[in-house]
């Protein structure tokens, strides 16, 4: 397949932003891609198997699939086909490749490079005072952690990463075995994207989760689409925006940048995606501030509750209000206190905008809101979100069919990681249920989110990283700060796929572990296993690797933990780690016993399709404390940069999923071969005295003073919103401070970073 160069910015063309989304374009991207990677026959039997009852899930975003019997052959997308054939690639990287690059070499390749050598095939481990990974075998690397682990002087000393792409059964038994060594240290990727939808979906209706399903979405009458860009994120959603639409429903779309899926969507499994012009989505496009979110939702509350005063008992839905909610009457007097001039202000739309989307809102039966990073990561975003739920609640769009809250998840199983456990904040409830199944006592004691793992390390208090799957150094905040701080632990281990940057940021002693795929074949002594996921809607089901491994020599997740925890703990407490291991239907007869909402977990998962976890919101049943939903005050808050700044937000390309970029460019805003750009909008160029493809420094400014510096980017004029910039991550991340986070969440506010452009060569 030849050699892989390492891409630079230099050649970066630009060319008008497109106005629809994926048709033809997307399927022909999609097998280049494939082909690119493996061959013929390894990518149809990729695709013909992805998102299937009898295949193996999409390892990208958490959409749902269509019931058994609704799915086309071809269930997938185009980032979903480019992730799955990133996985099944023919390349390989060998002993022989960490041989001929050290790892200093390593650190200066770029995040494409890395990912493009190939599947890793043997565990490696780099030892203190050397430059290079060298081979190690299974059972010393598994020793050298175990070894480690117990000489830490206190078992909150490690950290236990977990990214989405994790199964239930792998992440139970990391939460089993982490809570058996001693901590509740379980960061995760959920800490720093949908945190704050669960904090405030928690505080406001008991359960941190969404509560509509996909029928929902194609029979509301009104879905607003939030902070968020499906086309490239969250492809499939657009063919159930799609089908809202062809049932009479309306989309409001509401982001700082105008976006080419929701704009219009070629569906290219239908004749009319094919030949025709395809299907408008967005039925009115607010082009919002960033962070202006919070300030909208409080004008469209403001203007119900005063439609209410005008036409009493014909727009709020008073029987839901005074028998399933509690602080209404509080909440109505703080909400009539918005002041028009701050909504205007906040959002920089127009009073007229706003009250068009009210009216379509008092029109329809049914609302759902769907919302993804663009509410989650900002300061006031669970403020934000709770404001959502007020809205929903005012005309009792909370458990009813088309109507309720729908946090769109960015990873495959983030949400069943979470319900498996990964969380450094369980519930005591969850706690006991674990102790009573395998006679221990887990610790009590709050573990560390992302964010404060981080600022463990850095500190000194926490000296072992395990991270399994992921690429936590570039999915995290403040590069600078979590690489120093990485580099400060005894001992840093990955169990991934493939190699990526956080490879080369490495404790004293480093690991690299090789595993299997969602993709390949899993068997063990007890035959061929699956795993299961949970989708962003709750519905749990099977996946079956159907390709044979990248190397003879890879473990799975499941076996790497087993293993590890049965040489670290012992036999005390006695968990049967090799039962495990040889058949995952043994964990999940755990699993059925410990996890609300898993009973008859063997016997539910084999039927097609799996099934869908309870949620006792849609029978408006609401486990809070006082047994209803809860109405919430929220304190007006805005972003206001100084003069002559302006305000970042982070955003993927269309050719990337997570930090991984498949290609250099994005297609669907303009930008070819390069991906250090800025966008910025022609006023506020003007106004700074820059032009279009200057090279500026990203220079991001807080509180601490600190110099955060991205740099040489280009500029580029594009339409996002005034007093606004755009730009990719994960190489903006440099850029937003540790200690920038949500309030409550504490997650990382990269979708508002103050920063102003510096012009290459000049310090200001």
């Excluded at 949908?194 to 904090?199: A, D, I, P, Q």
């Excluded at 119900?304 to 036409?311: C, I, Y």
């Excluded at 600078?480 to 281990?493: D, G, I, K, V």
Aim: net charge negative; aromatic share 6%; proline share 7%.
């Amino acid at each position: 397949m030849g050699t892989i160069e390492d891409p630079t910015d230099d050649r970066l063309e630009v060319t008008p932003p497109k106005t629809w989304a994926t048709g033809l374009p997307a399927v022909t991207h999609a097998i280049q891609y494939s082909l690119g990677q493996t061959s013929v026959r390894r990518t149809a039997l990729t695709l013909l198997n992805i998102n299937q009852t009898k295949g193996f899930d999409c390892p990208g975003c958490a959409w749902p699939e269509p019931a058994p019997g609704q799915r086309h052959m071809n269930e997938y997308c185009e980032n979903g086909a480019k992730h799955i054939a990133d996985e099944a690639t023919s390349r390989r990287v060998s002993a022989d490749f960490f041989r001929r690059h050290s790892i200093p070499e390593l650190a200066e390749k770029s995040d494409y490079w890395l990912n493009q050598q190939g599947r890793l095939t043997e565990p490696m481990v780099k030892r203190p005072g050397s430059d290079h990974y060298e081979p190690i075998g299974w059972d010393d690397a598994l020793d050298l952690l175990a070894e480690e682990l117990r000489r830490l002087d206190c078992p909150d000393e490690a950290l236990f990463y977990t990214s989405g792409r994790l199964a239930n059964e792998a992440a139970f038994l990391l939460q089993l075995f982490a809570r058996a060594y001693g901590t509740n240290n379980l960061p995760d990727c959920s800490n720093m994207c949908h945190e704050s939808s669960g904090v405030a979906l928690q505080e406001t209706l008991g359960i941190g989760k969404g509560s509509v399903s996909l029928d929902d979405i194609h029979h509301a009458d009104l879905v607003f689409v939030v902070g968020q860009n499906p086309g490239t994120n969250h492809p499939r959603m657009l063919s159930a925006l799609e089908e809202t639409k062809r049932n009479g429903g309306q989309v409001v779309a509401v982001n700082p940048l105008p976006e080419a899926g929701l704009i219009r969507f070629k569906h290219p499994q239908k004749l009319r995606g094919v030949v025709g012009p395809g299907t408008p989505i967005a039925d009115q496009f607010l082009q919002i501030r960033p962070g202006g979110d919070l300030a909208l939702f409080q004008a469209l509350n403001l203007l119900l509750l005063e439609a209410e005063d005008a036409r009493p008992r014909t727009v709020l839905d008073h029987g839901f209000i005074d028998t399933s909610t509690t602080g209404f009457a509080e909440f109505a007097e703080h909400a009539r206190k918005v002041a028009w001039e701050d909504v205007l202000t906040a959002t920089g739309l127009t009073r007229e905008e706003i009250e068009q989307v009210h009216e379509r809102v008092v029109r329809s039966k049914s609302v759902i809101v769907c919302w993804a990073m663009g509410l989650t990561q900002h300061k006031h975003g669970v403020p934000t979100i709770r404001e959502v739920v007020n809205f929903l609640m005012l005309r009792g769009n909370i458990g009813k069919p088309g109507a309720g809250v729908c946090p769109v998840r960015g990873h495959s199983n983030v949400q069943g990681d979470r319900t498996m456990g990964i969380w450094e904040q369980m519930p005591q409830v969850f706690l006991d249920a674990l102790g009573r199944e395998f006679a221990f006592t887990p610790p009590t004691r709050h573990g560390w989110d992302s964010v404060d793992s981080i600022r463990a390390m850095r500190d000194g208090r926490a000296r072992f990283f395990l991270g399994v799957a992921g690429n936590f150094v570039r999915a995290a905040p403040d590069s600078e700060a979590t690489e120093e701080a990485m580099r400060r632990c005894r001992l840093t281990a990955h169990i991934s796929t493939k190699l990526n940057r956080s490879h080369t940021v490495c404790g004293e002693t480093a690991l690299i572990l090789p595993t299997l795929g969602r993709s390949d074949k899993d068997i063990q002594a007890g035959g061929e296993q699956f795993v299961t996921v949970e989708d962003s809607m709750s519905e749990v089901h099977a996946s079956r690797g159907r390709l044979e491994p990248a190397s003879g020599t890879l473990l799975s997740e499941v076996a790497i933990i087993s293993r590890l925890a049965r040489r670290t703990l012992g036999s005390t407490p006695p968990i049967p780690w090799e039962e495990f291991e040889a058949d995952y239907g043994t964990i999940r007869d755990r699993i059925s016993r410990v996890v609300p909402g898993f009973e008859d977990f063997n016997e539910r998962v084999a039927e097609p399709g799996g099934f869908r976890l309870p949620n006792p919101v849609n029978h408006r049943t609401f486990p809070t404390a006082s047994g209803k939903a809860v109405f919430t005050c929220n304190t007006f808050e805005m972003l206001r940069p100084p003069e002559g700044h302006l305000v970042l937000q982070s955003l993927r390309s269309h050719d990337q999923w997570n930090t991984v970029p498949y290609a250099m460019n994005d297609r669907y805003r303009g930008i070819h071969n390069a991906r250090r750009v800025v966008l910025v909008n022609p006023v506020d160029l003007d106004a700074l005295g820059l032009a279009d493809r200057d090279h500026v420094d990203l220079v991001s400014v807080w509180r601490d003073g600190v110099e955060r510096r991205a740099r040489d980017f280009r500029v580029v004029a594009y339409p996002t919103t005034p007093g606004s910039a755009a730009a990719y991550y994960p190489e903006t991340n440099v850029l937003v401070p540790l200690d920038s986070v949500a309030d409550l969440s504490n997650t990382p506010t990269s979708k508002a970073v103050v920063i102003r452009l510096e012009p290459v060569g000049v310090r200001i």
